[in-house]
C-alpha cells in the first residue's frame, strides 16, 4: 500500500527556534498534501493544503508565517514552525493523495512528529 | 468544520461485531464518506469508504443509508487490536485547493476480552 513518512519522528527545541518537518510520500506521487495537528484527546485538526508548485492554502486561523509550508516536488511536502513557543507543543501529521488515485479523495497519512517546545 | 457527529465512546465484546454510527445529515450529492481509525499517537489509517452503495473490504463493511444522512462501520469480528478512534469523514470538495477531510471528535472504540 502507499505509505507515507514523516521525519523526524519527535523532536524537542528551546522556546524561539525553528523546526522543520519533513513529509514524504515513498511509493507514489503527490500532487497535493495535507498538514494537520492534534492536540492531547483532541481530534485532528487541518491547518494547510500543500499543492506542488503552488502555495499553500491555510486554514482560517492558521498563521502562514508562523507554519511555513514548501511542496517542492512531487514526493515532499515541509512545514516549518518558526519561532517555536510552547503553545506549538503538538502531534504534527501529514497526508497525502495518490496522483494515480486523485479521484477517489483517499488520503495517506503519516505517522506523525511530536514537537515539543520547551 | 467537521459535517459528521459520532458518539463519543462505544465498547464491544472481543469475537463480536462492532457497529460504529455516524450521522452526515447535511452530506451533498457528491460528498463521499470515508472511514480512518487512529490508534494512540499514530497516524490515522483509512478502513473504507463510499458514495451511496454499501461497501465491503478486508477490515469493514460501510452501510449507507438510502438518504444518504448516516452511515454504520461494521467490524465483523472485533479483536483486541481493533482498539482505537474511530472517524467518520465526508470529504468537502473545494473548487481551488482540491479535497480537504475536517475531522469531528470520532468515537473511541473499546474491544474488552
Known amino acids: 500500500g502507499a505509505v507515507v513518512s514523516q521525519h523526524p519522528s519527535w523532536v524537542i527545541c528551546k522556546s524561539g527556534t525553528s523546526v522543520k518537518i519533513e513529509c514524504r510520500s515513498l511509493d507514489f506521487q503527490a500532487t497535493t498534501m495535507f498538514w494537520y495537528r492534534q492536540f492531547p484527546k483532541q481530534s485532528l485538526m487541518l491547518m494547510a493544503t500543500?499543492?506542488?508548485?503552488?502555495?499553500?492554502?491555510?486554514e482560517q486561523g492558521v498563521e502562514k508565517d508562523k507554519f511555513l509550508i514548501n511542496h517542492a516536488s512531487l514526493t515532499l511536502s515541509t512545514l516549518t514552525v518558526t519561532s517555536a513557543h510552547p503553545e506549538d507543543s503538538s502531534f504534527y501529521i501529514c497526508?497525502?493523495?495518490?496522483?494515480?488515485?486523485?479521484?477517489?479523495?483517499?488520503?495517506?497519512f503519516g505517522p506523525g512528529t511530536r514537537l515539543t517546545v520547551l | 468544520d467537521a459535517k459528521t457527529t459520532q458518539p463519543p465512546s462505544m465498547d464491544c465484546a472481543e469475537g463480536r461485531a462492532a457497529n460504529l454510527p455516524c450521522n452526515h445529515s447535511t452530506i451533498s450529492g457528491n460528498e463521499y464518506v470515508y472511514w480512518y481509525r487512529q490508534i494512540h499517537s499514530q497516524g490515522p489509517q483509512y478502513i473504507i469508504h463510499?458514495?451511496?452503495n454499501n461497501e465491503t473490504n478486508e477490515m469493514a463493511s460501510l452501510i449507507i443509508t438510502e438518504d444518504r444522512k448516516s452511515s454504520t462501520l461494521i467490524l465483523p469480528h472485533a479483536t483486541l487490536r481493533d482498539t482505537a478512534v474511530y472517524y467518520c469523514?465526508?470529504?468537502?470538495?473545494?473548487?481551488?485547493?482540491?479535497?480537504?477531510?475536517?475531522f469531528g471528535t470520532g468515537t473511541s472504540l473499546t474491544v474488552i476480552p
Open positions: 497526508s497525502a493523495r495518490d496522483i494515480g488515485t486523485s479521484g477517489s479523495g483517499e488520503q495517506f
Open positions: 500543500s499543492n506542488e508548485g503552488s502555495k499553500a492554502t491555510y
Open positions: 469523514i465526508v470529504r468537502v470538495r473545494q473548487i481551488n485547493t482540491g479535497n480537504q477531510f475536517y
Open positions: 463510499g458514495l451511496k
